[in-house]
């Protein structure tokens, strides 16, 4: 299983853009890049998840580079809302029903 | 947009007790899974479930922890005789059948706060 590190907290402000960069060096081919993002008293909430190159959704962006050993989740014009606990997962693409393994994720608080 | 709902949202329980935690999966989900989260630590695996069988399970479901798909829609998680540690944050959570390329994602539920005294 592929280790993760990210930065344990991010501060920001109203309307700026967030990156958050996660390392995964040890990172097997089948292996996909899942991001999720968890608000106090919530379970986690699936945000992107990507292979390689770039993926864009209507919440984020996922940039992974082409060796694929670190991802970066971008947020573009953050708000008070997007204040949470953001986390990068790396797992098995092959086969349905994985178990999702957490670390302990980037806690990002926007200011206003 | 479908969603995971767990109830009750708090249950407060006296050690040794058996408590049960429910949920309701999205309808066309085949994988159900359980996690627990202690306050302010990660979010942990508990067990994972698929065609009414345990798929894989943690160290830490034990034999105190059990796992039932009663009926069509409801998925439980039965802890038999409670201790303090138990006290957490469970999750539910279902994801669909895959598509034969990556994987789908897991949705969760808001959870359980459980509580033991």
């Known amino acids: 299983l592929a280790k993760t590190t990210q930065p344990i907290s991010m501060d920001s402000y109203e309307g700026q853009e967030v990156n958050i960069t996660c390392s995964h060096n040890n990172i097997a081919t089948n292996d996909y890049i899942t991001w999720y993002q968890q608000f106090p008293s919530q379970g986690p909430r699936f945000i992107i998840q990507g292979y390689k190159t770039k993926v864009t959704n209507e919440v984020a962006s996922l940039f992974i580079p082409a060796d694929r050993k670190s991802s970066t989740l971008s947020l573009p014009r953050v708000s008070l809302s997007d204040t949470a606990v953001y986390y990068c997962l790396v797992g098995d693409g092959r086969a349905a029903g994985n ?14 | 947009e479908p969603e995971v709902t767990q109830t009750p949202s708090h249950q407060v329980t006296q050690m040794g007790q058996e408590v049960i935690l429910r949920c309701v999966p999205i309808s066309n989900h085949l994988y159900f899974y359980w996690y627990r989260q202690i306050l302010g630590q990660k979010v942990e695996f508990l067990v994972s479930f698929y065609n009414n069988e345990i798929s894989e399970k943690s160290e830490i479901f034990d034999d105190q922890f059990s796992v039932e798909r009663p009926d069509g829609s409801n998925f439980t998680l039965k802890i038999r005789s409670t201790k303090l540690e138990d006290s957490a944050m469970y999750f539910c959570a279902s994801s669909p059948p895959g598509t034969g390329g990556w994987e789908q994602p897991q949705h969760f539920g808001d959870g359980t706060r459980l509580s033991i005294l």
């Open chain 1, 99 to 112: 178990k999702l393994t957490f670390g302990g994720g980037t806690r990002v608080l926007v200011k206003p």
